[in-house]
């Protein structure tokens, strides 16, 4: 069974915590993790980019003029494309990026996201993680002392005083145990989670 280190605030060992073979070291499938990547940035598309087309535009339905004898080109009417505040030809419409992915396969892809992370040694594991007041500097300086940046902080439970101390540090997030997603998981370099959080993961990604 895989283990890693507890740490508190001050980078001091409180323990050990053994973790789960099958969420912390399974094996990596990254064709899952692009999958669910995929879906989840797709999912996040709104698909309500429109164009009106020749049939919806303002103008009149009559031919600018008569179809032989001007030297012109022959033109239809004045909402064609190739006239000023005509519709757009084969422009944009509605669309709907909504995919899924069964509960199974997605718990899979969060399980071989972690493992990887954990394998690559970049998971830090607090015993709790709170402040006594709001400080965005205490928060930056609790940062310093662990040598991170660019992390995603994982928690059990969410605390005011952690919110808002963390809001204004760039590329750090703040996510509960229950909004865990592919997406942050291999956007953010580390992954700094309490112990508490961690029991809950594992709990909710048991096969």
Known sequence: MPSIAVFNMDRQQVGELTLSEEIFNAE?????????????????????????????????????FKQKGTGNARQGNIRAPQYPGGGVAFGPQPKEYNLSMNKKARNAALRSALSFQFKNER??????LDFDSISTKAFAGFLKRFDIERSLIITDNFSNNLQLSCRNVPHVKLLKYDALNIHDMLKYKNIIITQGAVQSVEGALQK
Do not use: C, Y
């Open 28 to 64: 990596v499938k990254e064709h899952l993790m692009h999958l669910a990547l995929r879906i989840q940035l797709a999912n996040r598309r709104a698909g309500t980019v429109k164009t009106k087309n020749r049939s919806e535009v303002a103008g009149s339905n009559k031919k600018p």
């Open 123 to 128: 998971i830090t594991v607090m015993d709790k």
